[in-house]
């Protein structure tokens, strides 16, 4: 039997990786264009309500990203992957046979619950081979493999509804994560050593979490990291509106969603060549400055225009902050890791779990907000790119002097 070379083995890794954390991009992009047809079958409240159907996954995941690492910690990452891509299964299936809107929403926080396993296991699984820059390195891979999902689910998504309904686009997520499933467990082997486990001690997470929240290094990236993806969460729940009924694109909904997407994949490759060279924190800084600056002066011209301003102008804004956000996401998730490495799996889950509750609480009012312009979205965008640059400089501050090296 022949053993894979290292640079295959690594190829394989990452796009495995990428299929998994994909779980989530497609539970979320690959539903869009069915908004509307799942709010009106199953006779939701106001326009605004569909947003639930991505905020209750949201707030599954922010539930279930603090149980899985912790477990991985002593279980092996493994089965707690196995655990989590059971309840993702599960929980598209009551989505796909839901028979009204409650159902529905119970079944998107048992599948965003679920999804939080290949989340945070996931990213303790890359964390226990590489490090720093490397896993920087091998994230932004990763992302530019990953964001093919973004920028072709919601036209399969759309394609999916032009030969059946809205259900079947459930029924797609189940197999999907049952074949990633299949994948993890006859290909990939474990990544955390026997005696590298510890027994799941309460006392131990209690004191680990306590740790990773009060590391101001750790605390400030995680935090900065909740206020972009918060902004993020506010645009995913407008998409539909503002491009389907606010510009009237139709169909054509899942391309303008493509192309904004293809941005953090172009962020991700260029991240990949560069975060080596000049470091990640150096990369981050200037995207987040940049995006910040970009969204503070569209604000007014969006406003000056109605809040309805050229669909050029609003695509031409939304790509420069789309690709400063692809700068930003790898990076922020690595610098917040970095101090980390010894208790990887508990770390993974305090960083992801309140990065995603920042963001729900942050991004659901900017979401609801929705008033048929694009004012309370570029002004979502600029308060929250401020918050995580206020996030960030006191997250820098707390360094000390001797460690502040391009990294």
């Given amino acids: 039997m022949t053993t894979p070379s290292p ?14 954390f994909s779980l989530i991009a497609m539970s979320i992009d690959g539903m869009l264009a069915a ?18 159907v991505l905020t209750a996954f949201f707030a599954g995941l922010t539930v279930g990203q603090f ?27 009551i989505c796909a046979f839901a028979t009204d809107f409650p159902m529905m929403i119970f079944g998107r926080v048992l599948q965003g619950f679920g999804a939080a396993g290949p989340r945070i296991v996931g990213m303790a699984m890359v964390r226990d081979i590489y490090g720093g820059r490397a896993m920087a390195r091998i994230m932004s891979f990763v992302m530019a493999v990953l964001i093919l999902v973004p920028v072709m689910a919601p036209s399969i998504g759309q394609l999916i509804l ?57 605390l400030g990236y995680t935090l900065a990291t909740g206020f972009i993806f918060g902004a993020v969460i506010s645009y995913l729940g407008t998409s539909q509106q503002i491009f389907q009924e606010q510009y009237g694109t139709g ?41 910040c600056l970009f969204s503070l002066c569209f604000l007014p011209i969006a406003w000056l225009q109605g809040g309805h301003p050229p669909l050029w102008a609003f695509m031409g804004y939304m790509t420069v902050l789309f690709f ?15 101090p980390m490495g010894h208790i990887a799996g508990v770390a993974a889950a305090v960083v992801g779990s309140i990065s995603n509750l920042v963001a729900v609480s942050t991004g659901t009012p900017v979401g609801q907000s929705y008033d048929g312009t694009v004012v309370p979205l570029v002004a979502g965008f600029a308060g929250l790119g401020v918050a995580a640059l206020l996030a960030v400089e006191w997250a820098e501050r707390g360094r000390p002097a001797r460690n502040i090296t391009p990294s």
Wanted: net charge positive; with cysteine; hydrophobic share 50%.
């Fill in 35 to 52: 908004l509307g047809d799942i709010a009106a079958d199953l006779s939701a409240g106001n326009p605004n309500d569909r947003q639930l």
């Fill in 67 to 93: 149980i899985y690492g912790p477990i991985s910690d002593s279980t092996g990452r493994k089965p707690a992957m196995y655990a989590g891509i059971g309840c993702f299964i599960l929980g598209g299936l």
């Fill in 162 to 218: 032009l030969v059946a309904d809205w259900r079947m686009i459930f029924l797609s997520l189940a197999i999907v994560g049952a074949l990633d499933c299949l994948w993890l467990g006859t290909r990939r082997p474990e990544t955390l050593a026997q005696a590298d486990r510890v027994p799941l001690s309460i006392t131990r997470i209690m004191r680990s979490a306590r740790e990773a929240i009060t590391h101001r290094t750790t």
């Fill in 324 to 338: 400063c956000n692809g700068l930003q996401f790898s990076n922020y998730s690595a610098l917040a890791m970095e």
């Fill in 7 to 20: 640079a295959r083995s690594s190829v394989e890794f990452i796009t495995l990786m990428a299929l998994t």
């Fill in 251 to 291: 169909k054509l909904f899942g391309i303008y969603f493509g192309i904004l997407a293809a941005g953090i994949g172009l962020a991700a490759v260029v991240n990949a060549r560069l975060v080596m060279r000049f470091g990640m924190r150096n990369l981050s800084k200037w995207a987040l400055r940049t995006s």
